[in-house]
């Protein structure tokens, strides 16, 4: 028994690691090869209930008219439209890609700010934007908005990475969940939200029946070629937008207010 005392010495240690190593591998979630990036694209799928969103917003005259009646069934429960977003750790560049099915022949207007595109530079803490509102073009130059997060405990799997919720209030009264992982060490997501200790991968806004969920990561970076550019139009910061756009709106109720909303994120 002297003689392999030191040969146990030796070995035990090395059969506990490997234990340890196997039971890491075998816990979900959990991988000895989990990767940190910094840069990389993503794919974006953005989807709209736009039929709970006619029936909640529309006003009772309206409800009540044959013609609209006859839209609601025409029109698709779910209204995807898709976005990408090329990153690295000084700037993210966010986009409309193309439309899903069902974009034509709808006659509510879900067309405003419904094709953005969002750059947020972290470097010079600034974020440009174009938004299209009833056909005029507005190139936004702001600061980066400032969200104040709550992070909670539970966690999902987007896109194949494990993320924490978190949630905040934007326009007083109007949530937003948000889903971030920390395996992307850049704090972006979709619009102009961020300010996570990650990216987020995962946005939902209940109020206007809208989610947005990353359905594809890579580790590598568009191309200029492939990054929808802004074009020109009005420049203004968002105090700006919001003097502008809301009193055309201030008589349309909750309509108006849902469509104020999506201008200004």
């Not at 429960?77 to 409309?96: A, H, V």
């Not at 995962?202 to 590598?220: H, N, Q, S």
Request: net charge positive.
């Amino acid at each position: 028994m002297q003689t392999l005392q030191p040969i146990l010495t030796n070995i035990i240690p090395a059969i506990i690691m490997r234990s340890f190593i196997i039971l890491l591998l075998l816990l979900p979630g959990c991988s000895l090869y989990a990767q940190f990036s910094s840069k990389g694209s993503i794919t974006f799928t953005r989807s709209v209930n736009m039929r709970l969103s006619m029936q909640l917003e529309a006003s009772d005259e309206l409800k009540n008219s044959t013609y609209f009646k006859e839209q609601i069934k025409k029109t698709p429960t779910n209204y995807p439209t898709y976005f990408k977003m090329s990153f690295n750790e000084q700037i993210s560049r966010y986009f409309f890609d193309k439309a899903g099915e069902g974009a034509t022949g709808m006659f509510w207007d879900n067309k405003v700010a419904a094709e953005n595109t969002v750059i947020q530079d972290f470097g010079q803490h600034k974020l440009t934007a174009q938004k299209e509102i009833y056909e005029k073009n507005y190139i936004i130059n702001d600061s980066l908005p400032q969200y104040l997060w709550k992070i909670h405990d539970d966690v999902r799997e987007i896109a194949g990475y494990q993320c924490r919720k978190a949630t905040t209030v934007i326009h007083d009264s109007v949530v937003v969940v948000a889903y971030y992982t920390d395996q992307i060490l850049v704090s972006s997501g979709p619009e102009s939200f961020g300010g996570l200790p990650g990216m987020i991968l995962g946005l939902a806004i209940p109020r206007l029946y809208t989610t947005w969920f990353a359905t594809k990561v890579t580790d590598v970076e568009l191309s200029e070629t492939e990054i929808k550019q802004i074009k020109k139009g009005k420049t203004v910061d968002f105090k700006t937008l919001l003097k502008e756009v809301a009193p055309s709106l201030k008589d349309w109720g909750s309509w108006g207010h849902a469509t104020l909303w999506r201008a200004t994120f």
